[in-house]
């Protein structure tokens, strides 16, 4: 079997993201919260019940092992998952699907991946950059937003915002923005507190 080697690894911690580029040219964005669950070690695959609550588990670092791992160290506690380059190959290459049967497993086990923390006391406010004159006119190029309690990902803002008529609807369809949180990169899945700079940009064709 041919092996993969990566050529730049990145850890995004904002939104809880390691970035991995491989030498095939792949770019894989793997959450601390799948690695966390889907590490190599005892206390992973010899249980039946699948690990939960990490929804907010982070990296703290990362530590070579010779040239071939990384030894990961969660800010949970947990250190002991060395993964491979192989292994992180395979977890970025089949994500959609172990993912998919970790979200059926906890759904087995009557269980949840655990709420996500938010220590601000009061409502959360974010402040949206829009840069979308290529896309839609909008009347103001940023807007200061109190985020409602179930509005916690950008996901979720972003389906609160096309809510807003039909012309936000065309503007966030079909992928048509990418987005960083507090000027750095993010995820559909990342998690948005008090006081974050969220901006909005239409992707290049």
């Not at 907010?56 to 070579?64: K, L, Q, R, T």
């Not at 966030?172 to 987005?179: C, L, P, R, S, T």
Request: glycine share 4%; aromatic share 12%.
């Amino acid at each position: 079997m041919k092996e993969h080697n990566p050529i730049a690894i990145n850890l995004h911690k904002k939104s809880r993201l390691l970035e991995i580029i491989f030498d095939t040219g792949e770019n894989f964005k793997l959450s601390c919260e799948y690695l966390r669950t889907h590490a190599k070690s005892a206390e992973v695959t010899e249980s039946d019940v699948p690990i939960t609550g990490k929804i907010n588990v982070n990296i703290d670092s990362i530590e070579a092992q010779g040239t071939y791992a990384i030894r990961i160290f969660f800010n949970d506690g947990y250190d002991q998952g060395i993964y491979s380059w192989q292994t992180l190959y395979d977890l970025g290459q089949n994500y959609e699907k172990n993912w998919a049967l970790y979200l059926f497993s906890l759904d087995e086990h009557q269980l949840n991946r655990g709420d996500v923390n938010n220590t601000h006391k009061g409502p959360s406010s974010i402040k949206i950059l829009y840069f979308m004159d290529k896309l839609i006119k909008f009347t103001k190029e940023e807007e200061e937003f109190e985020l409602p309690d179930d509005v916690k990902t950008v996901e979720q803002l972003l389906n609160l915002l096309r809510t807003r008529g039909n012309r936000w609807k065309r503007a966030f369809e079909n992928d048509a923005i990418q987005f960083t949180v507090n000027k750095e990169f993010a995820e559909l899945f990342t998690v948005l507190e008090h006081g974050d700079e969220v901006a909005l940009i239409p992707k290049s064709k």
